[in-house]
């Protein structure tokens, strides 16, 4: 028997709200879209951000945000998803790993400064949930782009995810916090970046933006984040011991 290491939780009532979106025979980008930015944005507090079919286009929207060039390297963790490699290198862009520290599992942010060249950016994956110290992220001097696609939830203090970076990106693929059943959300704290981001979607052919029907169920699943978000935490506790 499979026994999945991540597995989204979806609710009767979920599948509701796709059903309702169904009986519209709204297939593109449409309401149900609108209305699912309007809950992340509630729920993730940023300045402006929209929600692309995969992970992979969100990367590559956050790069081209950056206006990031040709051979310009770009810090990722070792532990990050394969397909960053895959966007970096049709980008030609150069990667530079960063290893996980033995305690820890998270990416040894110290090692940026003895890199050289010196990456222009850098791609926090936050694996298995682990935030960085937020003083030591805002002190580096290369703009980031935060992945809270496993850290959705999570604090570090007062601080929590999806603050950290200018950028963030979080997947709402199959076995996420969040799920739509595909997609991803790409988005800027600032209003600066959030202007680039506006900039970038209204130039965005439609194809490439999410669906009502994966809209309609990432809506169904940010309404109750929170509860979701708290069972994982007693689950987690009840694990522990």
Not at 61 to 89: G, M, Q, T
Not at 150 to 173: C, D, F, M, N, W
Request: aromatic share 8%.
């Amino acid at each position: 028997m499979s026994v999945p290491v991540f597995r989204s939780y979806i609710r009767r009532k979920d599948m509701d709200t796709v059903l309702n979106c169904l009986v519209t025979d709204s297939v593109g980008p449409g309401e149900y879209l609108e209305r699912f930015m309007k809950a992340a944005r509630e729920a993730l507090g940023f300045d402006y951000g929209f929600a692309v079919r995969s992970p992979y286009m969100a990367l590559e929207f956050a790069l081209d945000a950056l206006a990031l060039e040709e051979n310009d390297v770009v810090a990722v963790p070792a532990l990050a998803p394969s397909y960053y490699l895959r966007v970096l290198e049709k980008r030609r862009m150069r990667p530079a790993f960063l290893d996980a520290k033995v305690e820890t599992g998270m990416a040894d942010l110290e090692a940026l400064g003895s890199l050289d060249p010196h990456p222009k950016a850098l791609i926090l994956f936050e694996s298995l949930g682990l935030m960085h110290d937020p003083d030591v992220v805002r002190s580096l001097d290369i703009p980031v782009v935060e992945d809270i696609s496993h850290s959705l939830g999570a604090y570090v203090g007062e601080t929590r995810s999806g603050s950290l970076g200018q950028l963030g990106i979080l997947g709402l693929e199959h076995g996420g916090l969040v799920t739509a059943g595909g997609g991803a959300i790409v988005f800027a704290r600032g209003r600066r970046e959030g202007s680039v981001l506006r900039n970038l979607a209204g130039a965005a052919v439609r194809e490439l933006l999410m669906t009502d029907y994966n809209a309609a169920l990432g809506l169904a699943q940010f309404r109750d984040m929170e509860s979701s978000i708290a069972r994982r935490r007693e689950y987690a506790s009840l694990f522990a011991q």
